[in-house]
């Protein structure tokens, strides 16, 4: 009798999958957790503007706070399933999460706040400021999560 597959493992063979159907350069470029980071962290960004626009549309929270909240939140999510669901984590969880909270702290200042206090001070809607942040916040988070906080920093690419 054949075992059902878990979640874990039916989300890394769809990630796997998408891989497969890339044109030739990408689908040697593309690793299936990147593909599985997008996934999971499309779902969290999801949930991060949800509750920013529930925050300061709603609750009238000051724009820093709403987005501190919301991304506390959505990181919060983001990890756990990274962790379950895209990598391989080589290190106990306690190390992993001071990796990934001195990830975030780095993140969180230099691209969350930064980058979104910046273009909404300069007139951009906070909702696309956040968007704009959340673009280059993807590049620095998937890099950090696939190398230093669940890897290995300096280990070859799976």
Known sequence: MTETPGAQERFRRICAGVVGVLPDPLERLVAPSMV???LVNGVTFAVDLL???LLIDALRLPLWLGITVAYGTAFTL???LNR???FDPERP???QVVLFVA???VNYAAIVL???QGLAAAGTPYQLARLAAGVC???FMYCAMRWVVFGRLGAPAA
């Open 36 to 38: 599985g980071f997008c």
């Open 51 to 53: 509750l920013l626009t």
């Open 78 to 80: 983001s990890f756990l």
């Open 84 to 86: 379950w669901l895209n």
């Open 93 to 95: 969880v306690g190390v």
């Open 103 to 105: 990830v975030v702290v």
């Open 114 to 116: 930064g980058v979104t």
């Open 137 to 139: 916040e993807a590049v």
